[in-house]
């Protein structure tokens, strides 16, 4: 069966009707005007309510009736009025006061019959969900065993739409206005055929649990999904001191010198907004919300590896302790740099988002957002076709800004792993040193230090003799057991997001604490052939997700440009039906 198109045309039609039928004439309303009369539906004041070309007009813009087929006064929602006498378009179906409705008759009703029906024969019921009573209109449509194959409808709260709850997506609910969502969560129907299979919360085990289970309320289902992320906003808080700072984050946030202080802000107000937007939800799905949280928290805590990485050492220095970088770590300070930029654009899209959809509600940081009233931004009000491209818009630089950081975290993959690889040069160059005739003979116990040259020193290495074949000796000290680990070394930021432990061994000597002798510890091959298969097995843990990263940065930028496709089709789309309006 064809679905049911009740805005643009009705049942059975092949073809849309243009919905303005013809020109209203000046003459039906109270003052001469030119252009679409929306300014005068009925409703509005100085209309002449029983001018029948100004219902006809409404009627083809605005199709949506409340089943009442009787004066304004019968109408129980008003969602359109009709003149004294009048009634809604088409008579009721035949089938519509039959004892036992079925479903694929109910399914092929206009809506405004539907609606009809729910309000003529569906059951009212009211409950309190935690927030205060909450009155809905439900029936069930069939007598199947199987409820999957009977219909349950329930009458939005303005009494303008039916919702269909077997056929109900997480997107679908999403978009459902709190009040519907309230009354939807309460009915044992929507619990069993798309609570449950979906994992969404509450479900009527959560509500009429068996005792001794404590009972919930929509309410309280709402305060845990709540304490998620509250969680996770007390967490970051605790890393810094915060109070008075937050006047001081909104100053510095146009300055990128500030953002490494108060980066922390970043994450927090993202976890804020989704925090709050949970006021406009009483159906919850704890994974998406755990997966949002996750998503944040994994944004903040790269950014705060990087944040935070020990300080470099002075370059020249004996020996240079902490070191993360042949290049002196600038490839991770420029990595720092970047991912600050990101995420405070990030940041400003999430709070430009949240501006533009919840108005005077919403943490306001750009002055061209104006937050008097809801969907307004530059002094504008936001049509439907203006506010899909730029909620559009902000999710494509979403998306883009999201990319920039990730390819970031592939380019410093590749940095670290070229440090890794000259370090395994060196060990390859110790292991050559080594005398297979010595080696053969288990009288002799053949021991050297890196390099391969034997009685080497520690200035020795750095001399560039031809036989270490112009290696940089400064990696030396990443791999360092002592150098390594000074100054509580927090390592390089993708060893600690990969939980690799860079493999070390002792390959200077120090007399007491950091303080460098010339001479070099020398080792059993045994000892080199160790380390190299430990640098080995560290380089495939940092190259393992390598792939996987790269398909996830080509995922986002497909589904990025699938989103603009879809977008763009519903701009066409509304262009098209506004120039049959007008033309």
Same mark, same amino acid.
């Given at each position: ?56 007009? @409404? ?14 006064? +019968? ?17 009721? %179906? =035949? ?11 109910? @399914? ?79 009915? %044992?129907?929507? =619990? ?12 009527? +085990? ?9 009972? /919930? ?20 808080? +605790? ?16 300055? =990128? ?19 709050? !937007? ?65 995420? =405070?654009?990030?940041?400003? +899209? ?24 809801? @969907? ?112 509580? !070394? ?49 380089? /495939? ?19 990025? !440009? ?22």
């Amino acid at each position: 069966m064809a679905p049911v198109d009740t805005y643009w045309t009705t049942q059975g039609q092949t073809t849309p009707d243009r919905v303005l039928n013809n020109a209203t004439p000046a003459s039906a309303y109270t003052t001469t005007t030119t252009g679409m009369p929306y300014h005068l539906l009925p409703g509005s004041t100085g209309v002449n309510i029983d001018t029948p070309q100004i219902y006809t007009d @409404a009627a083809a813009l605005f199709p949506v009736f409340d089943g009442t087929p009787a004066t304004p006064s +019968a109408s129980p929602h008003g969602s359109l009025k009709t003149p004294a006498g009048s009634t809604v378009p088409n008579s009721r %179906p =035949s089938t519509f006061n039959d004892p036992v409705v079925q479903p694929g008759d109910f @399914a092929g009703w206009h809506t405004a019959h539907q609606i009809a029906y729910l309000e003529t024969r569906g059951t009212a019921t009211t409950v309190d969900d935690g927030d205060g009573n909450v009155t809905y209109r439900y029936a069930r449509v069939g007598t199947s065993s199987d409820e999957r194959n009977n219909i349950h409808a329930l009458l939005s709260q303005d009494g303008s739409r039916v919702i269909i709850i077997n056929a109900l997506t997480r997107p679908d609910i999403a978009m459902l206005p709190l009040d519907d969502q309230r009354a939807l969560a309460l009915i %044992p129907a929507f =619990s069993r055929l798309v609570a449950e299979p979906y994992s969404l919360e509450p479900t009527q +085990a959560q509500l009429n649990p068996t005792p001794p289970t404590v009972a /919930k309320t929509t309410a309280d289902i709402r305060t845990e999904m709540k304490t998620i992320v509250q969680d996770q906003i007390d967490a970051i808080k +605790a890393l810094i001191t915060y109070g008075d700072q937050e006047a001081a984050f909104n100053a510095a946030l146009p300055d =990128s010198t500030e953002r490494k202080q108060f980066f922390h802000y970043f994450f927090t107000q993202q976890l804020e907004a989704l925090r709050d !937007n949970m006021d406009a939800m009483a159906v919850f799905d704890r994974d998406s919300i755990t997966q949002q949280v996750g998503n944040i928290l994994e944004r903040f805590e790269r950014l705060n590896r990087y944040a935070s990485i020990t300080d470099a050492p002075t370059p020249g220095a004996q020996p240079l302790l902490a070191l993360n970088g042949t290049d002196y770590n600038a490839s991770i300070a420029n990595a720092l740099s970047l991912l600050l930029r990101v995420e =405070s654009k990030i940041h400003e +899209a999430v709070l430009l988002e949240e501006a533009i959809t919840d108005g005077p509600n919403a943490r306001v940081p750009l002055d061209t957002i104006e937050p008097a009233s809801a @969907a307004r931004l530059a002094g504008r009000k936001l049509d439907p076709p203006m506010l899909t491209f730029l909620l559009q818009s902000l999710a494509s630089y979403r998306a883009e800004l999201d990319v920039e950081a990730r390819s970031e975290e592939l380019n410093q993959q590749t940095r670290l792993l070229q440090d890794y690889t000259e370090m395994q040069k060196w060990v390859n160059i110790t292991l050559a040193s080594y005398d297979p005739v010595k080696l053969a003979d288990p009288e002799v116990d053949e021991m050297l230090p890196i390099g391969g040259v034997l009685n080497e020193t520690y200035a020795g290495l750095y001399s560039g003799r031809e036989e270490y074949e112009g290696r940089n000796p400064d990696v030396l000290s990443m791999f360092d057991a002592t150098a390594a680990a000074a100054n509580s !070394n927090t390592y390089h930021p993708v060893e600690v997001a990969k939980n690799v432990v860079r493999p070390t061994t002792d390959l200077f000597s120090y007399s007491s604490g950091t303080t460098i002798l010339s001479a070099l510890p020398q080792y059993r091959k045994s000892i080199w052939d160790t380390l190299a298969t430990n640098l080995s097995e560290s380089t /495939k843990l940092v190259n393992q997700e390598n792939q996987i990263q790269m398909d996830e940065i080509n995922g986002i930028n497909k589904e990025k !440009n699938r989103h603009y496709d879809l977008a763009s089709s519903t701009l066409n789309k509304m262009t098209e039906m506004l120039r049959s309006i007008i033309t």
